[in-house]
């Protein structure tokens, strides 16, 4: 019985009201990671809540930043730019922020990647800015772990006063920073901004260089008496932070980690004490004085002398980048991309050695590379990135041979197939040691497994054209035979029955079912691989039946050689994205999904194409067309009753087009390559008298070319470098699909099919 009373006693406790209540504030935990003040907390949406860490940079005048990749699962962004709150939710309260800003995505990646341990499992994923931070009263207690969050004080209330180790300063609010008054050495007004977005406390560099100590060592930063200069090193940098006292610079972590300060900007009030005196770093300015010297001696000289400083990772970078600048002799350009390599933690020299890799190719200093990855791979066993050292010997092998070592390739790209066997740029390299050494059908088979990833794919399409003739017993290089070859490699999908003209009450038309998608639309697990999977499906289950089946693709996100300006013209008048089927222009069903819905995808089309095949046209087409010297020759005679506005189009299309693109579809089914009437636009349709033709006749290469002026004017446009991967049309797999449209621009009132390579003769 006693027991249960005791239980029943902490009962209260259990249920009392958090020390702050929801808009009242709270304390938010915090630490130093690498430099950086992070906390750890979870972000909450209409659509779901996830945990991450966030930066606090009190100098960042922005509120809330945040990376892509977290906000697009909290479902606060809707697709017509209205935006719902996020909840940043800490321990005992949370903030409510309106929207998000972008973060540095690519920085928030590389620190997250170089700092997983030390931040747990949850990356960080943005940055709190100063904006949150305004209308509170705050209090850092950095080294303590923790900032708290209260209501302002009223405006009428005194400040406390100084009292003790405890100062107590008016401040000011300039550019939405808040200062702090201080002295130099000689008594000269400035201000000091309050920060936290960096770990060195900087002093601006015209101040510190008009004092003489360009290095920053300069001989007094104080407020009444607390002197900073004396606490850590000063680093000297260009301040672009303006205010009427004149800047003296910014505090940073390091200052924060010894002070606990207080900040009202209602009542415009600080209060700083000094919780530890910490030891002053005097290495840290030879480090800083070599900088300011650009002096690529001194900072070695700093590396070699304190190689365990905070500061020596920055060092190496710095010693590698001042090194390629004045041209140095290769030995000191090795030592110092060693120096990089080797200053990280034993568990990520492999992964540091593979970025510089990486850096430096694009810098175009290969030989420089090379060494940088044989500095790497005796730690890639104890990396934390099991795939680092393979990645690094896939590096390797692919310099290797541009340089014309094949064996020494092989070598390194043995041991990288060995750990990342689906890897497609090795992939692709090994093809190319094969291929040199003759040995064909090996490489063949490895550019069948580059083609099959986005990163490789284009460049295996034409190394597979370029193999495949010299196979002994190989088969004519095409569609086909990849779509064979990929075949299990690939996501597919196929229909288990077919369709049955019996099943419904034909209408007498052909159904037209378009597909507006693109080559680089999401990636192997959702985008336009759910709705190829599913149009691929829809594309078997109707093969006998009457419909016909075309894909536009449009250059979002970016463009392919897919593009062209037909689908541009035709999305445009549905105002189309890159994720529907349309069917005879008047019923939808979904062109993206995950590839695992793909059959949610493929049951929607069986459905709305059985509900349009049973509609009635009063329209006929009557459709010819061959194929003859590379020219497209025909007539579409339209019949039916007279409608003012009607436009008639002939699209020429191909059944399979190889484009590994980052959707990972590498065969795309039916692609509208060109229209041929009305100079690419349609023609207008006079049924006066019951009937109207068209006629046509255009060369292959015309419309060929008229494709690729297409995709020089969307990189005009900044539509970045489109490859001309599949820009030229095969003629096996030409068809072309004839259609009527409403004047609405967008119905389909009948339509016409003709396989154009089987009138060609196989042409």
Known sequence: MRRLTLLFGLLPTFLATPAFAQGQGGRIPVRVVDGRLVTACDL??????????????LDTTSGLQLHNQAAAPLGIEARDGSTKPIHILFPDFDLEVPRRELG???????FTKYHSSELGENAVVGVMGGELFADWHLVLNVGAGWIELTPPWDAEREPPQSEGERIVTPITVENELTWLPVHYGDGTPAAFAIGSARYDSLIDAQVAASQGHPAGDIEGLSIQGLDFSKLVALRPEEIIQVHPDGVAGIMGVNLLESLRVEIDRRGRWAALELRHKPRYPAEEVDYFRALVEEDADGVEDFLEAHRESRLAREAADRLLSLRLDEFAPSADTERAAEWVVETQPKDLKATRALDLMVDLEDAGEKELALRAGEFGV?????????????????????IFIDQGDVDEAWRHLLSAAF????????????GRVYEAQGRYRRAFSRYLQAVIQPDSGPAAVEALGRVQPLLADGERFSVELIDRLIAGKVRSFGAA?????????????????????????????????????????????????????LAWHLPNPIPSPLCNEAAELRARAFGADPQIHIIDGVLTAPGAARWHQADQVYSALQKRIAEALARESEYDLEFQAHLKEGRVQGELVAFGPEWEGLTAHVVLAEKGVLFPGRSTVVVHRRVARAELLGEGAGAQVDLGEGEASFPFDLALKDLERRNEAYLDRLEAQGGGGVPRLSIDFDPTQLYLVAFLVAPDGREVLQAAEVDLASEAGGE
């Not at 909450?44 to 940079?57: A, C, Q, Y």
């Not at 540095?104 to 590389?110: E, K, V």
């Not at 005796?378 to 690094?392: F, W």
């Open 44 to 57: 909450s949406g209409p659509k779901r809540r996830i945990p991450v860490n966030l930066f606090i940079e």
């Open 104 to 110: 540095d995505q690519n920085y928030l990646d590389t």
């Open 378 to 398: 005796p730690y890639g066993r104890d990396d934390r990135y099991p795939n680092a050292i393979h990645h690094i010997h896939g590096r390797l092998g692919h």
């Open 419 to 430: 750990g990342v066997p689906g890897d497609g740029p090795v992939n692709l390299d090994l």
């Open 497 to 549: 029955t077919r369709f049955d003209p019996k099943s419904i009450e034909l209408g007498g038309r052909v159904t037209l079912v378009e597909f507006f998608t693109s080559a680089h639309l999401g990636d192997e697990k959702a985008g336009a691989i759910g709705g190829a999977l599913g149009n691929q499906g829809a594309l078997a289950y109707f093969e006998d039946a009457p419909v016909a089946f």
